[in-house]
Structures are given as structure tokens and as C-alpha cells.
């Protein structure tokens, strides 16, 4: 839907006075809410006092300062007097809603858990569970001191848990609306004069702006269907309405001036057309003896494609067209001149191309007798090389044996001095036994002289030593023993003592050829090692003379298929050059070279057909000299 503007400027006043409306009603709703929460914080405030003193009495009973009901009836005479507001007070009762201290006597000791209010809550229980839930509120509907008509009333309740006591108050909520209204009044006292302002100050607006629209609108539907003699009205205002007028008044100055812009472009129209036809006339022309410069141009061109070169543009052409004239028939006399100079050089091509095929044919041949000689070469140096690399495996294996024999003999030369100190050892061992042995013999002779004793004291002693002098004799005779034992085991020491002396030096001696042994199978080693290493250096420099030999065996055989491919290239040039010959003939000139019939021509040299190079067989002995004739044609060549 459209709106007019002054609708729209009518929309806009009523979502001002809207706008206004809605402020008020937020500012009145954050006052309610401002005076509630006010309500609230004084509520929790005096009934944690009271609570406070409550727990003021009962710190002093667990101190043992007073008993307890000392304490509860001075703490009730405390929160009995407390008033605040407009005579609100203190109320205090127990958990099962028995009331302790409230202003009216008569509730005083009664138990008001299942008594509701008018509108049937049982507000003491709610109070009694806020009080358990840590502290909170609770609204109902209760009368005031001395009245019957229940007035909603906010009540904060708390306990007091080591007596079980329920501490609260509450105020009336009746005056809270009563300060609500009077700000309501306040609010519409101030904005109904306010809005009526506003809409009176917005219809001269609107009108002042709506009708110099639909004049200036009616005018331009006038000057649209193509009436421009109206004056525009006020183009003297310095605001929109003027600014719009005076633009409509440049539309329709630039209509008058669009209406001449016309006339004058009708009769400069008409001297275009009359120009038109007289350009028409001199294109006429001009194509005329275009037309006559393209078959002059074309009939040359005809004639060129038949090979005519004498052929040249002699009709007359119009003077633009002279300069291409000119240069056509330049050209024909140089394709003329080029052609017959072409011509001229074919018969040197011939002659050199005859020469170029016989030389090619001739270094073939001997480039097929060098691969040949370098092939046998090759052949020869790898029998060479397989002997040396052959002497020098073998000699390294009499290395290995060598090494591997020295290593053996050291080692056994190692096992010939163990035993020479293992001889020593037992040397040692047995003069040590024949030290004991001796110490043996002393201690036989000692106790047999011991036990002679004995038996001179015994038969001293008569029949009381007769059985000392048996045990005597028994000692004697075991020391005799030990003395000949003593004198066979040393005897026998010397013996094996002389002969592991023998053993000794035979071991000696054997330890001394084998470390004579071990030096010349060292010695050998050294030579062996030499053959080797010479053996081995004589292999590797035969494997590169061969790698060189057989590297020009290739490039001898890479020349000889180059030699080829340079014999195929001169014959396909004699071809080519035969065939250019063939179409030079076909082009028409002047000079008496092109005027000549091809049959002319002298015939080209017949060129041998390069040999290709055949591999030889490979040699297993000495290569064969190459022939001396041979060798003579490739240092002539």
C-alpha cells in the first residue's frame, strides 16, 4: 500500500506520542520494581536484626552467662519493642507456627500451622518453610491491627536454629499502589499536554508540505503530455520545496530548448542526405578503377602462376594505384633474375655433390678397415687381460696361504713358550718337592734318634717301661721307613728334574725354529703380496687400455654410420637438386639458361653404394697386421 506523504508524516507523529507512551510506562514499571526491592531489603534488614539479637541471647547461653530461659525472655522483650514504619513490628514463633511475640495479645501461644488467609493460603506454613530454606519471602493477604479487611501484605521470614524460633515481618503493600497511582497521575498530567502539542505543530507541518507537492506534481503531469508555457510555482522558497521547484522549472526550460535542438537537427539532417549523394558519386568512381586495378593484378598474377616471369602490369591504373603498380613489376624482375641465377647454379650442385659421394664412399672403405684392425686389438687385450687378472687371483690365494701359515706358526710358536714356562714351572716344583723330601729325611732321623731314647729310657725302666719300649721301637721303625721313602721319592725327583731339563731345551730349541719359521714365511708374505698388488695394478691398466680400445672400436663404428648417413644426405641432396632443376625448368624467362630444355642436364656421376661395416671375429691371439695397401690409402686420404 502506498501512503501519501502526509500520512506518512501523520505515521510518524503517532509513533513519537507511541514512543513517549512506552517511556512512561517503563519509568513507572522500574518505579514499582525500584519500591519493592526498597519493601525488600528493609524487610531482610530489620529481621536479620532481630535474628541478630536472638542470636545475641543464645551465644550468652552457650557461654553459661544465663540460663536459657533467661535468655528467651529477655530476647523476647527486645524484639517485642522493636517498631519501624508505620507501627510495623517483630513477629516470633516456632516451627509448628505456635506464635511467641506479635502485638496481638490474643495470638499469642495459639498455633496458627493450619489457619489460612482469605484467599484459603496457609501462609504460616510458607512462612515456617522460608524461615528452613535458609530466609525468604512470602505475600498473603492479612488484616491491619484493628481491622477485618485483608490488605496484601510481604512478610521475610528467618531462623533462629539453636531455639527453633521463627523471626519475621512484614509490611502492608496497600501504599505501594497508592504510590504507583499518584506517579500514574503525575505522568498523564504531564504527557496529555505534551501530545496534544505535538499533533497540533504537525498539521501545518504536513499541510505546508503536502500541498506545494501536489501543485508541483499537477504541473509536471502538464509538462509531461507536453504543455511548457505554466510557470512553476515557489521557486522563491529557500527550503526542499523550493529547491524541487526551481529543478522542475530547469526541466522545463530544457523542454523549450529541446523543442528548437529539434528544428535545427531536421534541416541538418536534410544536408547530410544531399551530402551522402554526392560522396556516393565519387565512391562510384573510385570503385570503378579499383575494379580495373584488380584485373590488371590479376591477370598478372595469372600469368605467374603459369611460370611466365617476362610477364609485367602495362595497362594504365589511376594514380593511387601506381605505387603498387611499381612495385608489383620490381618484384617479377628480381623472382626473374633469382630464377635464372638458381638455374645457373645447378650444374656446380652436381659436380660438388659427385665429389662429395665419391670421397664418402672411399673413407668408409678405410673406416671399415680401422674398426676391423681396432676389433682384433681389442680381442688381443682382452686375452691379456683375462691372463693377468687370472696370475693375479692365483697370487693372491698363495698370499691368503701365506698369511694364513705364519698365522699358524706364530701361533705355534706361542704354544712352544707356554711349554718352556710350564717346563720351568715344573723345574721349580721339584726342587721345591726335594726341599720338602729333605725336611722329611731330618724329621725321619730325628725321630728315630727320638725313639732310640725312648728305648734306652724304657729298659731303664724295667718291666714298667717294657710297653714304651714297644712304642719306641714302633716309632723307630715307622721313622726308618719314612726315611727310605723320603730317599726313593728323591731319587726320583732327580731323575724327572734331569729330564724335564732335557725337555726344556728340546722345547727351546723347537721355539727357535719355528720363530726362524714364522720370518721367512713372513718374508715370503711380503713377496707374494707384491706379485699381487703388481699383478693387480697390470690387470687394472690393461682393462682401461682395453675400455680405450674398445671406446674407439664405437666411435670408429659411430664414424662409419656417419660416413653412410653423409653418403645417403649427398645422394638424397643430388636428388633434391635434380628435382629443383625439374621445376626451375618450368619458369619462363628472359635469359637463355631458363629457355633451355632440361634434357640438357648431364646425368650425375653413379654413386657407389656405401659398404656398411662388418664386425669381425674376434682374435684369441695376436692381432694380424692390416694390410700395407690398406694402411697407405687412409694416410694418402
Excluded at 499537477?218 to 529547491?243: N, Y
Excluded at 690387470?539 to 680405450?548: C, H, K, N, P, Q
Amino acid at each position: 500500500m502506498t501512503l501519501t506523504v502526509s500520512r506518512k508524516l501523520g505515521a510518524l507523529v503517532a509513533i513519537a506520542v507511541t514512543g513517549a507512551l512506552l517511556l512512561s510506562a517503563l519509568q513507572l514499571y522500574g518505579l514499582r520494581q525500584a519500591i519493592h526491592a526498597e519493601r525488600e531489603t528493609m524487610l531482610t534488614a530489620q529481621t536479620q536484626a532481630a535474628a541478630a539479637i536472638a542470636a545475641h541471647f543464645v551465644d550468652e547461653v552457650a557461654a553459661k552467662r544465663q540460663s536459657e530461659a533467661e535468655a528467651k525472655a529477655r530476647a523476647i522483650e527486645s524484639i517485642k519493642s522493636i517498631r519501624f514504619g508505620a507501627n510495623d513490628y517483630v513477629f516470633i514463633m516456632d516451627d509448628k507456627a505456635t506464635m511467641i511475640v506479635n502485638p496481638n495479645e490474643s495470638l499469642i501461644g495459639k498455633t496458627l500451622w493450619d489457619k489460612p488467609d482469605s484467599a484459603g493460603t496457609l501462609f504460616f506454613q510458607e512462612l515456617v518453610k522460608r524461615a528452613k530454606e535458609g530466609g525468604g519471602f512470602t505475600s498473603y493477604l492479612f488484616p491491619r491491627s484493628g481491622s477485618t479487611e485483608p490488605i496484601a501484605k510481604l512478610s521475610y521470614t528467618t531462623l533462629v536454629p539453636s531455639w527453633g524460633w521463627v523471626v519475621g515481618t512484614g509490611v502492608y503493600m496497600d501504599d505501594l499502589e497508592t504510590i504507583f497511582r499518584t506517579h500514574l497521575l503525575k505522568v498523564g498530567v504531564f504527557m496529555v499536554p505534551v501530545m496534544l502539542l505535538l499533533v497540533g505543530c504537525a498539521l501545518p507541518i504536513s499541510r505546508s508540505i503536502s500541498r506545494p507537492l501536489q501543485r508541483i506534481t499537477k504541473l509536471m503531469q502538464s509538462m509531461a503530455s507536453g504543455d511548457l508555457t505554466q510557470q512553476v510555482p515557489f521557486t522563491g522558497r529557500s527550503d526542499e520545496i523550493g529547491a524541487m521547484a526551481r529543478a522542475v522549472d530547469i526541466f522545463r526550460q530544457g523542454g523549450e530548448e529541446n523543442r528548437v535542438l529539434s528544428a535545427k537537427a531536421e534541416t541538418a539532417a536534410a544536408e547530410r542526405a544531399a551530402q551522402r549523394e554526392r560522396q556516393s558519386a565519387i565512391d562510384n568512381a573510385k570503385a570503378e578503377d579499383l575494379r580495373a586495378f584488380v584485373q590488371a593484378v590479376d591477370n598478372g598474377f595469372d600469368a605467374l602462376s603459369k611460370g611466365d616471369l617476362t610477364i609485367r602490369m602495362t595497362a594504365e591504373v589511376a594514380e593511387a594505384f601506381e605505387p603498387i603498380r611499381a612495385k608489383f613489376n620490381d618484384s617479377v624482375a628480381k623472382l626473374e633474375e633469382t630464377i635464372g641465377t638458381v638455374v645457373g647454379s645447378i650444374d656446380s650442385m652436381r659436380v660438388g655433390l659427385g665429389e662429395i659421394s665419391t670421397a664418402s664412399n672411399d673413407l668408409a672403405q678405410r673406416t671399415e678397415q680401422q674398426a676391423a684392425s681396432l676389433e682384433q686389438t681389442v680381442a688381443a687385450l682382452s686375452e691379456v687381460t683375462r691372463g693377468v687378472n687370472a696370475t693375479a687371483d692365483r697370487a693372491g690365494r698363495a698370499q691368503t696361504g701365506a698369511t694364513a701359515t705364519r698365522r699358524l706358526a706364530e701361533k705355534s710358536g706361542t704354544v712352544v713358550g707356554r711349554a718352556v714356562a710350564a717346563m720351568a714351572e715344573i723345574e721349580t716344583s721339584s726342587d721345591e718337592i726335594g726341599k720338602i723330601i729333605g725336611v722329611i729325611d731330618e724329621i725321619a732321623f730325628q725321630t728315630n734318634l727320638l725313639a732310640l731314647n725312648a728305648g734306652v729310657e724304657a729298659a731303664r725302666a724295667g718291666e714298667a717301661g717294657r710297653g714304651f719300649a714297644v712304642v719306641a721301637q714302633e716309632v723307630r721303625g715307622l721313622a726308618q721307613r719314612s726315611a727310605e721313602a723320603a730317599k726313593e721319592i728323591k731319587s726320583l725327583i732327580a731323575t724327572s728334574s734331569a729330564q724335564v731339563a732335557e725337555g726344556v731345551e728340546l722345547v727351546t730349541a723347537s721355539g727357535r725354529s719355528l720363530d726362524e719359521i714364522v720370518e721367512e714365511i713372513g718374508k715370503m708374505d711380503t713377496v707374494v703380496g707384491e706379485i699381487a698388488t703388481s699383478a693387480r695394478e697390470q690387470a687394472t691398466s690393461l682393462r682401461e687400455v682395453s675400455a680405450a680400445a674398445d671406446q674407439m672400436d664405437k666411435v670408429t663404428q659411430q664414424n662409419a654410420a656417419m660416413v653412410e648417413e653423409t653418403t645417403a644426405a649427398a645422394q638424397t641432396l643430388s636428388g633434391e637438386t635434380e628435382e629443383l632443376a625439374v621445376l626451375v625448368s618450368s619458369f619462363r624467362t628472359n635469359r637463355r639458361a631458363a629457355a633451355q630444355s632440361p634434357a640438357r642436364k648431364a646425368a650425375p656421376r653413379a654413386a657407389t653404394a656405401p659398404r656398411k661395416p662388418v664386425p669381425q671375429m674376434r682374435a684369441t691371439g695376436q692381432t694380424k697386421a692390416a694390410p700395407a695397401e690398406a694402411a697407405d690409402d687412409w694416410q694418402d686420404f
